[in-house]
Each structure stands twice: as structure tokens, then as C-alpha cells.
């Protein structure tokens, strides 16, 4: 896989990872679930891919940890979009967006 590849892959990834934590802080195996919901299955999150993505967005500044408790009483660090995250996202989303339209428009197009 390139570059240009791998950073759409990080990029696309990135943004369900904000979006996931836009409903409010999850923990990692959350975040799990809730992409895997919400793509009714089609999208399979492994937790090698989630955790980098996570460090890699704490380091950027858009999300803050904490340790907590989950529902089954066991230790977690919980992440929360920060202010600059929603920013980021909202940016992101507008991005996607561009792009899926885009595709869209040259997968339509007749031939020239």
C-alpha cells in the first residue's frame, strides 16, 4: 500500500473514530462497537488498527483520556472529543463529503 492509500485508509479511519466519539467518552472496545453498529457489520475494527488511531489523535490534541470503570465493572481508559476535536471533525466530515461527491460524479460520468 502507498502512501497517498495509507493516509486515505488513516484519514477514513480517523474520522469514524470522531464521529464514534462524538456521542459522547467510550472506551477502545466502545469505539469498537459502535463502528461495528453502525455500519450494521460491514466494517470489522481490529483493536491493532483502534489503538494507534486513538494515540495518534490524543497526540493531535483532539481527544482527552481518562481511567474509569465500564458497564462490567472492569478498568478502561475513556476518551472525549476536546473542543479542537469537534473542530476537526466538523473539517474532516466536510472533507469526506467533498470527496464522496467527487468519486461519485467520475464513477457517473459517461465516456468522453
Do not use: C
Not at 494515540?55 to 476518551?79: C, I, P, S
Not at 476536546?82 to 466530515?93: I, K, S, V, Y
Request: charged fraction near 25%.
Amino acid at each position: 500500500m502507498g502512501s497517498t492509500e495509507l493516509d486515505l485508509v488513516r484519514g477514513t479511519f480517523d474520522l469514524l473514530v470522531l464521529k464514534a466519539l462524538s456521542w459522547g467518552p467510550m472506551h477502545g472496545l466502545g469505539v469498537l462497537r459502535w463502528i461495528e453498529r453502525a455500519s450494521q457489520a460491514q466494517l470489522q475494527v481490529t483493536e491493532g488498527a483502534l489503538y494507534p488511531a486513538l494515540h495518534r489523535l490524543e497526540q493531535r490534541g483532539w481527544l482527552d483520556a481518562e481511567w474509569g470503570v465500564t458497564e462490567r465493572n472492569r478498568e478502561a481508559k475513556f476518551y472525549r472529543l476536546t473542543p479542537e476535536g469537534r473542530h476537526a471533525l466538523t473539517a474532516e466530515l466536510s472533507k469526506w463529503t467533498r470527496y464522496t461527491e467527487a468519486v461519485g460524479l467520475v464513477l457517473a460520468a459517461p465516456r468522453a
